[in-house]
């Protein structure tokens, strides 16, 4: 039997919203699993509902309020103009139950008043002597917007906001920093939040890579071509 919230497991946050996201690049978000129970809790399994998320994890055993985190990666290649809503299952042995966690967002997303300027990817080639990329954040709304980051990059990845708000119809500049050599393949993200007032806010996601860029990207069929 399969529950959407079943008991044992706390898990934070049940689904995570990119917001907009760059088409061709990958994007990821890590949530934290706990067990709630005075009992062990086997966490065996996290099974994503399609081959385009891939997940960082190691099956464990948790003990009582124990802790582990799973990290969930989404290609946004062939989603250009689309919005996305990812399933994927976390598995135990106790009683059978599974978890369901969701990545969301909207891929190139025309509509978004909060988004990065250029392709939203910070890129870092093979025999580049640079170790830093500047990206224009554009604020095309009417209201002035404050910026926190609600998704850390990977360690290895360094950044800096030159104003953590952004005037209505301005840009602010996002730094980032990347230590060479980049012939390695290394793929991470980072989730701001735009907010105008407690009841507005918008997220929007800049990608960071370095090594080769990813291959042409793939088709998605129409619901019609699915059918």
Known sequence: MVLATPIGLQIEPESFDFGWCPENAQVSAQFKL?????????????????????????????????????????????????????????????????????????????????????????????????????????????????????????????YKLSEKSIPAGQAVTLKVSVKPPYEETKVTSMTFEATEDPANKNRFTVAVRTGLSQDTPRKIKSPEQQN
Not at 37 to 54: D, F, H, L, Q, W
Not at 105 to 126: C, D, K, M, R
Not at 135 to 156: F, H, I, M, Y
């Open 34 to 158: 706990k067990n709630v129970t005075s009992e062990i809790i086997p966490v065996t399994e996290v099974r994503p509902s399609c081959g385009c998320t891939a997940a960082d994890f190691t099956p464990a055993d948790l003990s009582s309020s124990d802790v582990m985190e799973v990290g969930l990666t989404f290609n946004t290649r062939g989603y250009n103009g689309r919005p996305f809503n990812k399933q994927s299952e976390i598995k135990t042995t106790t009683s059978n139950e599974v978890y369901l966690v969701w990545l969301k967002g909207h891929v190139s997303n025309s509509t978004a008043a909060i988004y990065p300027e250029g392709t939203g990817v910070a890129e870092f080639l093979p025999g580049a002597t640079e170790d830093q990329q500047s990206l224009t954040l554009r604020n095309k709304g009417t209201k002035d917007v404050t910026l926190k980051v609600v998704q850390e990059p990977a360690k290895w990845v360094k």
